[in-house]
């Protein structure tokens, strides 16, 4: 049995996941979560929650990634609607400290957080801040303690997962790592990005041993669950994203060699609907057809306007739409290319994430977080200019249907660009590029986030940019949006405003 695609189906989802208007890390609806979840059927039901809860934020993170990447623009520069401004302003990097998007993807965030948290505290799983580490309090539950230690590592990656987005996206953020009240968050500030890491690396350190590190298995009753290869290939992208290369290498080594994940023979089935959780996903924010409230949005989001339902059932919402410069760049010759992205009349538009559906909002595809293609490549990157790490990037061509780019990669700039494109063009449109293009910033030294944002403004201002409503924003202003403080996004004013009690500091440039 496959345990989102069905369980979820009898769970449902709004019961987890409800969304107010303020965080409220411990609502009254949940006053008795702590005595409720007294076993493991119990426990359970609330970590199937945990993973519903996933879907939420996805929604809204390809508009906060994506779209403030060179990979993505909005359709229509000519829009004056409300929606389609909103979304240019973050692909312009102009977003207000109100901006709806940017404040509903930190409150599903944090409410799912709240979730995992009431799992942690009822499991007697304690976050020691000054030490950065993990402890079990004495077991009272009846439940062994491998249970124990199955729920909690589950729970544990998940709000890993979580804060390693946030950190990312705001920089500093609030670390609520117990169930607390609303008045009680009223006195929670903003933590230091080290601290932050400091939690994100103590959950996965601790999940990575609490759960299965058995071989990857396509008849696994445990598929869509975390395990300990998607704790480690995720701590090792923390890692990498610290520029802690070495600690990188071990745990993206450990899962190269012993995990059973590979990569796929063909692009295409990675992304299939009839093969899903296969031996490239270490991990995937899952979706359920069929009308329970679980299906995917993404379809009708990225399918063109006005098609009708020649792309798909219900039309299409023509958000998220490829650059013109990715079009060139992304040679017709490369497999994944056909796979990625497809033409419309005159316009390319996301194929990756369109497949049949018959309600419209309602598509069964999941959304890749983790694959064994991002492994390989950031092995690479955390080993550097090495003829190992050119050997894993034509593993990665080799499947595209390129040819072997050894001779050409003469030097550590030529090498960093090959790299940093092969990162592109296989993990197109999967919320990967922009948090690259952070990373790069610290881990090459020849690319940087600014160049290429810079770069792509200017690429795409004629055909593009320097068609939008007056007033049309100059290339030099759009180039000058892109700053290390525009780089992340404001803390929510609403987060800033109704706190009576602590003065919240809004990021640099808000």
């Given at each position: 049995m496959k345990f989102l695609k069905y369980i979820l189906c009898v769970i449902g989802f709004g019961s987890f996941t409800s969304c107010n208007d303020v965080i409220d890390l411990l609502p009254q609806s949940n006053g008795n979560a702590t005595t409720y979840y007294s076993n493991l059927e119990e426990l359970n039901v609330a970590l199937v929650g945990c993973y519903s809860g996933l879907q939420r934020p996805m929604y809204f993170e390809w508009q906060l990634t994506e779209l403030r990447s060179d990979n993505t623009k909005m359709g229509s520069p000519g829009s004056q609607s409300a929606p389609n401004r909103d979304l240019s302003d973050l692909d312009m990097f102009i977003p207000a400290t109100i901006h709806q998007s940017v404040y509903t993807y930190w409150l599903n965030t944090y409410n799912n957080i709240r979730n995992t948290n009431i799992i942690l505290d009822r499991l007697g799983v304690n976050y020691d801040a000054s030490a950065g580490s993990i402890s079990l309090a004495t077991n009272t539950l009846p439940i062994t303690e491998a249970e124990r230690k199955q729920v909690a590592g589950e729970a544990l990656f998940i709000r890993a997962y979580h804060y390693f987005n946030l950190v990312r996206l705001y920089g500093?953020?609030?670390?609520?790592?117990?169930?607390?009240?609303?008045?009680?968050?009223?006195?929670?500030?903003?933590?230091?990005?080290?601290?932050?890491?400091?939690?994100?690396?103590?959950?996965?350190?601790?999940?990575?041993?609490?759960l299965s590190s058995a071989k990857f298995s396509a008849s696994s009753p445990s598929l869509g669950r975390a395990n300990a290869w998607s704790a480690k290939g995720l701590l090792g992208k923390v890692y990498l994203t610290r520029n802690k290369k070495a600690e990188a290498i071990t745990q993206l080594q450990d899962v190269i060699s012993n995990s059973g994940y590979n990569l796929l023979p063909n692009y295409a089935d990675v992304f299939s609907i009839?093969?899903?959780?296969?031996?490239?996903?270490?991990?995937?924010?899952?979706?359920?057809?069929?009308?329970?409230?679980?299906?995917?949005?993404?379809?009708?989001?990225?399918?063109?306007?006005?098609?009708?339902?020649?792309?798909?059932?219900?039309?299409?919402?023509?958000?998220?739409?490829?650059?013109?410069?990715?079009d060139s760049a992304h040679i017709a010759a490369d497999k994944r290319k056909a796979v990625n992205m497809a033409l419309w009349t005159t316009k390319y538009y996301v194929k990756k994430f369109v497949h049949p559906i018959v309600l419209t909002d309602d598509g069964e595809g999941d959304w890749p977080v983790l694959r064994f293609a991002d492994i390989l490549l950031m092995m690479a990157e955390a080993k550097g200019f090495t003829p190992e790490s050119v050997t894993l990037i034509n593993r990665i061509r080799t499947r595209a249907g390129l040819p072997d780019i050894s001779a050409k990669l003469t030097s550590v700039a030529l090498f960093e660009q090959a790299l940093a494109d092969e990162r592109r063009f296989e993990l197109l449109f999967e919320n990967q590029r922009f948090f690259d293009l952070m990373r790069f910033n610290t881990t090459m030294s020849t690319i940087t986030a600014e160049k290429i944002m810079k770069d792509h403004f200017a690429k795409e201002y004629v055909?593009?940019?320097?068609?939008?409503?007056?007033?049309?924003?100059t290339l030099a202003q759009l180039q000058t949006n892109v700053n290390?403080?525009?780089?992340?996004?404001?803390?929510?004013?609403?987060?800033?405003?109704?706190?009576?009690?602590?003065?919240?500091?809004?990021?640099?440039?808000?």
């Open positions: 500093g953020v609030f670390l609520v790592h117990k169930p607390i009240t609303a008045e009680e968050a009223k006195t929670v500030n903003r933590s230091s990005v080290d601290d932050i890491y400091k939690l994100i690396e103590s959950d996965l350190k601790t999940a990575s041993t609490f009839n093969n899903e959780m296969n031996a490239e996903i270490l991990f995937a924010v899952r979706y359920k057809a069929g009308g329970f409230g679980l299906g995917a949005t993404f379809g009708n989001d990225f399918a063109p306007v006005s098609s009708g339902t020649a792309i798909i059932n219900g039309d299409g919402d023509g958000n998220n739409y490829p650059t013109f410069e990715l055909k593009h940019y320097g068609k939008y409503p007056a007033p049309v924003p290390a403080n525009k780089l992340l996004l404001p803390i929510p004013q609403r987060e800033i405003d109704t706190n009576t009690g602590l003065k919240i500091a809004q990021n640099p440039g808000y």
